[in-house]
């Protein structure tokens, strides 16, 4: 399972020197959602793709890297939609050619293009398994797997993104990445096999609509804990009484305060996680069908895929137990 191994170490180096800059899942929750995907595909697709598991697994926070490291202006809008800003769901335009028609640039780099591009990659990600493009399809189906992610964090959903409206600053971060980096090892991360989705339009709006439902129980739920809790408690203090700011000058949530409001968002975080493993494990399927079913075998060895036969059954019996620890693909 160590093909593009020189560009995974690459990446991993990459990845490590923006990990704290990243605001979307962050490593433990992207890598995981990849990861899991893999475990959910039907075969022959599966096979295919965890012979390359290390690289969708690790690939999964490029797009991050993309935004902060590298700082492409063009990525930052792929990563969230506004749509407290747009008006109602249903009067939106269906593709990304039709939204670049209605809105000017700066609106939609202000307020996202989220469910549209991922509409577009879809696009892209069908192509490359038409034409059998091995290393196309794996680039494009760790990328997709992030912003499916993304767009099942519900502040990504929102105008009201880090909280900074209701004077909650900080949820971002908090619910996405340090929840995850602190509890997601106790998270039963197995999901039903991917299905095919008759309409990927219809599939991508639903999962927004699903998501954006949730951003109002977020926030109530982290204010009613603000509020009951003392500032102290809520925030890492120093000796002196004052808040600890983070190297990126936020405050910074205490453990305890952290694990408040994960008991009381009573799993919304994994079933979050859990909801996008599904979503994005059904979206590569689809690509895939909509493509024809072409045979992928012959785009690696024999040798490769008999050498990873054993241990893919081996990982399929602790996915279906939830457990994602212990597995072959050790990027936990």
Known sequence: MKNFKMKSKLIIGMVIGVAFLTLSWGIVGHERINKAAVMALPQPLQVFFYN???????????PDIRKY???????NPRHYLDLENFGPIDSLPKTLEEATKKYDAKFLNDNGIL????????????????EKNRAEILFLAADLGHYIGDA???????A??????????????????????????????????????????????????????????????DKKLRTATPENQVFVVDADGKIVKSKYNSNKFSDEYAAKLHQELNGMVENQMKKAIAATSSFWYTAWVNAGKPDLSDLD???????????LKEDLKLFKKGDLFGMR????
């Open 52 to 62: 390359h598991i290390d690289f969708i697994t690790q690939e999964a926070s490029v």
């Open 69 to 75: 490291a590298l700082k492409y202006k063009e990525e």
């Open 115 to 130: 469910p549209w591009f991922i509409e577009d990659m879809m696009a892209k990600l069908t192509k490359a398994f038409k």
């Open 152 to 158: 099942h964090m519900p502040l990504h959903t929102s």
């Open 160 to 221: 009201n993104h880090d909280g900074q409206l209701t004077g909650q600053k900080g949820i971002h971060s908090l619910w996405e990445s340090r929840l995850p980096e602190l509890f997601a090892k106790n998270y039963k991360l197995n999901v039903p096999e991917a299905q095919y989705y008759e309409d990927v339009h219809k599939a991508t709006w639903d999962l927004m609509k699903d998501t954006h439902s949730l951003v109002k129980p977020l926030l109530d739920v």
């Open 301 to 311: 060895s024999q040798e490769l895929t008999k050498r990873n036969s054993k241990a």
């Open 329 to 332: 693909n050790q990027n936990d």
